[in-house]
């Protein structure tokens, strides 16, 4: 294939902006193409996959003659002086690692500041997102806020309305809790068909980090909050955009809505909404309202624009969902995944991220022949509510085709759906909340590509 | 037992150390947090609900909305809000019958390619909230009510919605919220809000069942992306680790190729802060055109001279790169001499 190509025809724009009528008609008949120039793509990569696979092959797996130079031959690092302490900092990963990188997906926005980076969702381990690899979603760019000037306000159906600063807020109790964020929009590029390449691309809006800070409902509680009666709560950032969302109270009185400063370890990162966040617990992204400078109690929601107007589900009856917020048990498998590339048949781990936004992961199956048959994988510990779950599973790869699938299910017995099952209910142009069994085909040659079924 | 009175005696007095540290639950975190005075409050409470609690004072025509929206807003949306460049646009899809109805027919039909604005929102707080938080997108929070309310009677007649010589107020809004044209197309009625505020369903709306033998019959059809769009994304095996059990995929040639084949110049050093302080590039690109042209671009156009990029910059341009005019840039009058020596010099051979 010439690195030329650059059609990116068949991605779908990013929440707010959507194809025109000749684009979608396009995805469509590209899409009906791929199915079509499977056969034949599939044979032609066969045929080229002998030397492909040999050529990725970099490490050599047999010994030869009196054995392996890398063995046989002592290294630099074996036989000098290494470097000192604190050559660097702030360490950074290995310079081999340089291409485990956070991605915009080409085609997706128009600017970069209204934007989306994905994580490499390929390239990880366990449960917890690197700080420098969280997924990043601006709405009107991003900004290094001094925490000194920062201030929280808390208003509305209060006795007194407050003012804290953040060293203020830092000395009141704090609780530290691994918590996922998704956003609504993941995966919602397949929603029609399959439009992206690699799990990054697909599943990336996806993170999980360790948020250090102080429950929400402490502060309200500070202010003389009137909590009788039915409340809304309005979460507001202090930048530019200054993003709003209506916050489930049921989350607040539970406790588990925090007001948070620390993300695994440290504070929290700028594109992550330093100095000040709100975590909200198994719901989508949009409501983690960045550089967060107001709280305001309420008897009514709030009608802002992400959840009236963007974030809606538009359902075949032409209504649009309004105030969707929970994301739903969803998995997938993280490796072998689309994009990549087996180095040869045998063992495989097969390995992945589950999780839903209503409690704790119970059991994920794995398929390998496209939903036929299933096996319960290994949940590995900890296993927490409303966090990313890692599980693993034993796979030996003949060599033949084989599709990859994987299937949450979480504590209150929801079972994640099939695409079939989804679109049956919600139609194709819901946008968000794409939860469906992702499929990864290995073919032949060893390569990963990302396919729907049907 | 001698020690059993002193053994009393420790219990009490760790009995009294606990009851010391036993504290009130709120009250107990003294010098924390400060009353917000009247006039903080108002600075930040901005937010406007659908029952228009929160909307000050005022009002604005749709001929004074026409004004500001050309100065201030066509540049990314659109003389008519109609522009999919470089956002969703804002008018467009709703009819009258639709503003009898209160639900957008188009809507329905799964073949209508774009959802605008007044395609979907519900409450016109939302606009109005919207607009006056975060609009225009380089200088959010710089209109006034009265703008707010010129802007959005703009838009509301572009919709058809009002007519020409109408002015919106805080008075007649919710006259005009009766004729939203999809005011009555919003549900709560699913199970993905956590509480019971909306009276929503209970149980989710997909319900599977996890099958484990002989589920589905093979699938039919497997859809994958088409072969011309395999190096879409750039070169996957740059984006997957170099080490483990699998590599990337080679669907485009290595970036570090890419790097190597492009000659080293003796370009000027880009300004990158000065064009981010001053927003540049939330329209220009470096080498990518945007809502207005690539720097690139307008280096190749204008090469050495400056004092013509520096008046383009000051006074605003139209009709050179396209439909879609610069407004007049309110930068100091270094950071713009900078930017246009910048691009005067950066032309290449």
Same mark, same amino acid.
Request: hydrophobic residues 45%.
């Given at each position: 294939m010439s690195g030329s190509i650059q059609q990116t025809g068949q991605v779908r724009k990013a929440p707010e902006n959507f194809l025109d009528a000749q684009g979608v008609r396009a995805v469509f008949a590209e899409a009906g193409k791929g199915r079509r120039d499977f056969i034949r793509n599939a044979f032609a990569a066969a045929v080229a996959g002998t030397a492909a696979t040999s050529s990725a092959l970099a490490q050599t797996r047999t010994a030869v003659g009196d054995g392996d130079p890398s063995i046989l031959n002592l290294p630099a690092h074996s036989t000098g002086l290494g470097q000192p302490v604190v050559t660097d900092g702030y360490g950074k990963p290995s310079k081999y690692e340089a291409n485990v990188q956070r991605r915009q997906s080409p085609g997706l926005t128009p600017t970069a500041q209204a934007s989306v980076s994905f994580a490499p969702l390929q390239s990880l381990f366990g449960i917890v997102t690197p700080s420098g690899l969280h997924f990043e979603r601006h709405h009107q760019g991003w900004w290094d806020i001094d925490p000194s000037k920062h201030r929280l306000m808390v208003n509305g159906m209060v006795k007194t309305p407050k003012v804290f600063t953040l060293d203020e807020l830092m000395r009141l109790p704090s609780v530290s809790r691994f918590h996922f964020i998704e956003c609504g929009a993941n995966t919602g590029m397949e929603w029609g068909n399959v439009a992206v390449p690699t799990a990054q691309y697909t599943h990336g809006m996806l993170s999980c980090s360790e948020f250090t800070g102080v429950p929400l409902i402490t502060l309200l509680e500070m202010a003389g909050a009137d909590l009788k009666g039915e409340r809304f709560v309005l979460a507001e950032g202090a930048d530019g955009s200054s993003m709003t969302r209506t916050i489930p109270m049921s989350l607040i009185r539970s406790g588990e809505v925090l007001v948070a400063y620390g993300q695994n370890g440290e504070m929290l990162r700028p594109e992550q909404g330093y100095p000040l966040r709100l975590v909200v617990p198994g719901v989508q992204g949009v409501s983690w309202v960045k550089y967060l400078r107001r709280i305001e109690l309420g008897d009514q929601p709030y009608g802002a624009k992400d959840e009236t107007v963007h974030y809606v589900d538009l359902m075949p009856d032409g209504q649009h969902r309004q105030y969707t917020s929970i994301q739903e048990c969803k998995s997938v498998v993280t490796t072998p995944s689309g994009g990549q590339m087996l180095l040869d048949k045998g063992f495989y781990n097969i390995t992945g991220l589950a999780w839903s936004g209503r409690g704790k992961v119970k059991r994920v199956d794995v398929s390998v022949d496209g939903g036929r048959n299933w096996r319960t994988a290994r949940l590995e510990s900890p296993v927490l509510s409303k966090c990313l779950t890692r599980f693993n599973i034993d796979w030996v790869w003949d060599g033949t085709p084989a599709i990859i699938q994987s299937r949450a299910i979480d504590d209150t017995g929801y079972v994640q759906p099939s695409y079939k099952q989804l679109r049956a209910v919600r139609g194709t142009r819901s946008i968000y909340h794409n939860n469906a069994i992702q499929s990864w085909q290995v073919q032949a040659n060893g390569e990963v590509a990302n396919v729907q079924l049907s | 037992m001698s020690s059993f009175p002193k053994r009393a005696l420790l219990l009490l007095v760790l009995a009294c150390g606990a009851a010391a540290w036993a504290q009130p639950k709120t009250a107990g975190y003294a010098g924390i947090g400060r009353d917000a005075t009247p006039k903080e409050v108002a600075a930040w409470d901005i937010d406007v609900r659908p029952d228009f609690k929160g909307l000050p004072p005022g009002s604005g025509s749709v001929t004074r909305g026409q004004d500001l929206w050309e100065g201030k807003c066509a540049s990314c949306h659109g003389v008519f809000g109609e522009s999919n460049q470089v956002f969703s646009p804002i008018v467009g899809g709703t009819t009258a019958e639709d503003i009898k109805s @209160?639900? *957008? #027919? !188009? +809507?329905?039909?799964? #073949?209508?390619?774009g959802r605008t604005t007044l395609m979907k929102v519900t409450s016109l707080s939302t606009v109005w909230d919207y607009v006056y938080r975060a609009m225009p997108w380089n200088q959010p929070k710089s209109l006034t009510p009265d703008d707010v309310y010129a802007v959005t009677a703009y838009m509301l007649n572009l919709g058809g919605i009002v007519p020409d010589d109408f002015t919106l107020s805080d008075k007649n809004i919710r006259e005009v919220q009766a004729r939203m044209p999809n005011r009555n197309g919003g549900t709560t009625a699913h199970a993905m809000w956590p509480g019971s505020e909306f009276g929503r369903a209970t149980k989710p709306d997909v319900s599977a069942v996890a099958c484990m033998r002989d589920c589905v019959p093979a699938a039919s059809t497997v859809a994958q992306l088409p072969p011309h769009a395999r190096g879409s994304h750039g070169n996957l095996a740059d984006q997957n !680790? +170099? *080490? @483990? #059990?699998q590599r990337g995929i080679a669907t485009a040639a290595p970036a570090a190729a890419a790097v190597k084949t492009s000659a080293p110049t003796a370009a000027p050093k880009v300004p990158v802060a000065l064009l981010e302080k001053n927003s540049c590039t939330a329209c220009h690109g470096m080498t990518q055109k945007l809502v207005g042209p690539a720097f690139s671009d307008i280096a190749k156009k204008y090469p050495g001279q400056t004092d013509h990029l520096l008046q383009k910059i000051k006074a605003g341009s139209t009709g050179v790169w396209g439909a879609i005019p610069m407004p007049p840039q309110t930068l100091g009058d270094d950071d713009a001499k900078a930017i246009a020596r910048w691009l005067a010099d950066s032309a290449g051979p």
């Open positions: - | @209160g639900h *957008v #027919a !188009r +809507l329905k039909d799964p #073949a209508f390619p !680790r +170099l *080490v @483990g #059990a």
